[in-house]
């Protein structure tokens, strides 16, 4: 079975400043890993994926992750914050091989303060 | 095009009442999964659906939770004789393919299960 630990439930930060939210996960097969954003009352956003190849993803809103093997860590990074980045981020695998169902990381609440 | 619909958005029971969440894919995807986010917590897997079958429901209670996929017409998450417990956030998720991981799962917006 696979796992995910989201190692903090709540991230402040200050405009402009860079922010890393982190991401660990266990599993004893190949995965896929996301990231995805949820705003206030809405559904999940893709932010970006890792499937395979480069593990320097990058994806939307000048977001990007490092896929890590050895750590089993997928850390999401975004070099300068802006207020509208305040939601909460939930990181997730899936197995590469078989069901695509995602098993989510309890999610960090990134709050963005002016 | 338009992307994963789910109604209703928010939805009050009474507890021993039946709950009916509606899910239509985007066009096109004919797998659909749900997922359940209970207050403070990430989502959970509860179950795996392509047209007319159900195929990973590993995540899904033993009672009273039933799913469908019929070949017309939307998914359809159903919860008889609610109770305050299933209160929670209800998410469907489409793709084209179960592989298809080049296309990732697409969200609905949701529905928030309320029970008085």
């Known amino acids: 079975a696979q796992s995910v630990t989201q190692l903090d439930s709540q991230v402040p930060v200050f405009e402009e400043a860079p922010v890393e939210l982190r991401c660990n996960y266990s599993?004893?097969?190949?995965?896929?890993l996301f990231w995805y954003v949820q705003y206030p009352n809405q559904g999940l956003q893709l932010l970006l994926k890792y499937l395979s190849g480069s593990t320097l993803v990058k994806g939307i809103n000048g977001f990007e992750a490092e896929f890590n093997k050895s750590q089993t860590s997928f850390h999401l990074r975004k070099p300068s914050v802006h207020i509208s980045d305040t939601a909460e981020y939930f990181c997730?695998?899936?197995?590469?091989?078989?069901?695509?169902?995602?098993?989510f990381g309890q999610g960090t609440r990134l709050t963005i303060n002016p | 095009n338009a992307g994963v619909m789910q109604n209703p958005r928010h939805l009050v029971r009474r507890r021993g009442q039946e709950a009916r969440l509606r899910c239509s894919p985007m066009?096109?995807?004919?797998?659909v999964y749900w997922y359940r986010q209970l207050p403070e917590e990430g989502l959970k897997f509860m179950v795996y659906l392509q047209k007319e079958n159900i195929i990973d429901e590993s995540g899904m209670p033993k009672e009273r939770f039933s799913a469908e996929f019929p070949k017309e017409g939307p998914s359809i998450l159903r919860i008889q004789q609610v109770v305050r417990g299933d209160s929670a956030a209800y998410f469907c998720a489409s793709s084209p393919f179960p592989r298809g991981h080049n296309q990732p799962q697409h969200f609905g917006d949701g529905t928030r299960l309320s029970i008085l």
């Open positions: 599993s004893s097969v190949s995965v896929y």
């Open positions: 997730a695998v899936s197995k590469s091989q078989g069901a695509q169902k995602l098993v």
């Open positions: 066009k096109g995807h004919s797998h």
